[in-house]
Structure formats: structure tokens, C-alpha cells
């Protein structure tokens, strides 16, 4: 059985250490960090994320300041919303609530965060850094960033590794894979149209799957003793919870546990991280505003 990579209690020592820097800067400046959330239109799953996000916020001691729009605001509003809080001294990340309804231009709304508070790392400013060699970024995408530093904070060696990652989305898969490049992994990126799947995810020392397919990687995509990220957050039917369904990972875990040298788990291993790289992205903004960092 490989060794379980626990992103819930990663995620829980990384909190901790936020606290700690939190009531550091608040003592050598009187202020502390602060994150302002925009949710538009009550979708239960945005809700959910930002409420999530909030009590985060709440318990490492960091400001959270939300505005709720709805659905039908139209693009003007909502940039003057991110104007507002661009301008907003008390603000140092700004947290726009992905997927934005079909009126909205996302790009755009994302252009006009500011980058010193583009917590989510989605400005194309910072994209375009992460994948520039010798840039570096204002801010990380959190996911991405949650999965290194599972890979770190579990001693797994990137440089030199051969990293697959499947899935070439703008917040995870992509970011991810050039994450994985400047710690000098060799990295290829699958997708829809990767022939022979299987294959090349069996060439990956490191395997990390965001495609969003419940299950879809099997042992026999997997090199021996391979370290595998599953970002996956997928629900399955399932009429024995309560719910009527369940969470799985793109990994199917039980299929593959004994073949890898290490997994993380769905749920507990890559969703922990990201809200917890949220906040240390904040606290880092905050940090950088303050002249402490
Ligand atoms: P996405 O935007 O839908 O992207 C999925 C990617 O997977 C695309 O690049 C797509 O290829 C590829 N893909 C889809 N089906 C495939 C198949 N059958 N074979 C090969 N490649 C395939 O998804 P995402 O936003 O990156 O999210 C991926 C998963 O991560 C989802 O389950 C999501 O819920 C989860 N997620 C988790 C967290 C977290 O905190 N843990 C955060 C964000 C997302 P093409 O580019 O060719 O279409």
C-alpha cells in the first residue's frame, strides 16, 4: 500500500504557520491582512468555495471583506467592484469567484485585478511570468501551488524526475505543469487528444491528474512506485450517503494504492491546499504591502 499523502493535515500545519505570521505582522504594523471575496449569481457550489474560503480567513486571523452581486450585474458593475477593491488599502488579495456568468467577459474582470492582489494568480500578467524562465510571478495559482508544495513538504524530489500531468486547464493543469518545469522536472502535458494515454502517464515518476473524469486513471497507467497527485474532485452517485452521492479523484484509488510509492487521497489531499495556499498567498500580499517582506 503506498504512503498516503495527507493534504488535510498538510494543509491544517500550514494554517497554523499563517496564524503565526498573521499575529506577527500584526504586531510590528497594527494591521492585519486582508482578502475581499466577490461572489456573483448563488450558484450552491461558488457559494460554498466562498464561504469555505471566509471562515478560512476568519480562523488565522486575516480580514475578509465580501461583496455579493447578482447574476444578472452587468461588467461595468463588476469592474468597479475590482476597481474599488484594487484601490482598498485594508484589501491585499482580491478573490473573484469562478465561473462568472456567459454575460461576463472572465478575462477581462480577471485583466483588472491588480496584480499586487491577484491572490488567485490568474492575472495574465502572472501566467505570463510563470512561464517565462528567469520571471517571477507576483502570485501562484493556489491548486498548482498546493500540489509542489504536497510534493515538497512529502520530501519528493521534481528535479530531473520525469512529471506527467494530465489535464492542460488554466488554473490547474497548465500552471502546474510549468510549476513543475522551473523546479527542472521534464514535463509532458496530456489532454483530450493524447494518443495512447496510458502510456505516456506510465512514463511519469510523478503523476498528476486534474482532467475532471471520475476514476479514469488505472494501475496500469502508472509507473511502479510512481507519485501521484490526484486533483480530480469528482461526485459519483452513491444511494448508501445520505447525500445520494459521494467524491472520487481522476485517480481510481483503490485500483491503483499498491502500485504507486505515494497517493493522495479524494477528498483530504489536493482540496485542502488550495484554500490553505489562498491564505499564504494573502498573507504574502499583505506582507509585501506592509514593507516586511
Ligand atoms: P477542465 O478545465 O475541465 O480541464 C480538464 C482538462 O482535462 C482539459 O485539459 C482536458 O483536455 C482534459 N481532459 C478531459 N477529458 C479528458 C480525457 N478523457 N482524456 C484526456 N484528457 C482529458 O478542468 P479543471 O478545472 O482543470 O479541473 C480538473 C479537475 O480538478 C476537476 O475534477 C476539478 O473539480 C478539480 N479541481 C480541483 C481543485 C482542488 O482544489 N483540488 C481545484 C480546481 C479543480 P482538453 O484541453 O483537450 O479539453
Same mark, same amino acid.
Request: glycine share 8%.
Given at each position: 500500500m503506498a504512503q498516503l499523502i495527507d493534504g488535510k493535515a498538510i494543509a491544517a500545519a500550514i494554517r497554523e504557520e499563517i496564524k503565526e505570521e498573521v499575529t506577527k505582522i500584526e504586531a510590528a504594523v497594527g494591521k492585519v491582512p486582508g482578502l475581499a471575496t466577490v461572489l456573483v449569481g448563488n450558484r450552491t457550489d461558488s457559494t460554498t468555495y466562498v464561504r469555505m474560503k471566509r471562515k478560512a480567513c476568519e480562523e488565522v486571523g486575516i480580514e475578509s471583506f465580501h461583496t455579493e452581486l447578482p447574476e444578472s450585474v452587468s461588467e461595468e458593475e463588476l469592474l468597479s467592484c475590482v476597481e474599488r477593491l484594487n484601490s482598498d488599502p485594508a484589501v491585499h488579495g482580491i478573490l473573484v469567484q469562478l465561473p462568472l456568468p456567459k454575460h461576463i467577459n472572465e478575462e477581462k474582470i480577471l485583466s483588472a485585478i491588480s496584480i499586487e492582489k491577484d491572490v488567485d494568480g490568474f492575472h495574465p500578467v502572472n501566467i505570463g511570468r510563470l512561464a517565462m524562465k528567469s520571471r517571477t510571478p507576483r502570485f501562484v495559482p493556489c491548486t498548482p501551488r498546493g500540489c509542489i508544495e504536497l510534493l515538497d513538504r512529502s520530501n519528493v524530489a521534481i528535479e530531473g524526475k520525469c512529471a506527467v500531468v494530465l489535464g492542460r486547464s488554466n488554473i490547474v493543469g497548465l500552471p502546474v505543469s510549468l510549476l513543475l518545469l522551473h523546479r527542472n522536472a521534464t514535463v509532458t502535458i496530456c489532454h483530450s487528444?493524447? #494518443?495512447d494515454l496510458p502510456a505516456v502517464c506510465r512514463q511519469g515518476d510523478i503523476l498528476i491528474a486534474a482532467v475532471?473524469?471520475?476514476?479514469?486513471? #488505472?494501475?496500469?497507467?502508472i509507473k511502479p512506485g510512481a507519485v501521484v497527485i490526484d486533483v480530480g474532485i469528482n461526485s459519483v452517485p452513491d444511494s448508501s450517503k445520505k447525500s445520494g452521492y459521494r467524491l472520487v479523484g481522476d485517480v481510481d484509488f483503490d485500483d491503483c494504492k499498491d502500485v504507486c510509492s505515494m497517493i493522495t487521497p479524494v477528498p483530504g489531499g489536493t482540496g485542502p491546499m488550495t484554500i490553505a495556499m489562498l491564505l499564504r498567498n494573502c498573507c504574502d500580499g499583505a506582507k509585501e504591502a506592509f514593507g516586511l517582506a
Open positions: 487528444k493524447t #494518443k475532471g473524469r471520475a476514476n479514469m486513471v #488505472k494501475r496500469d497507467w
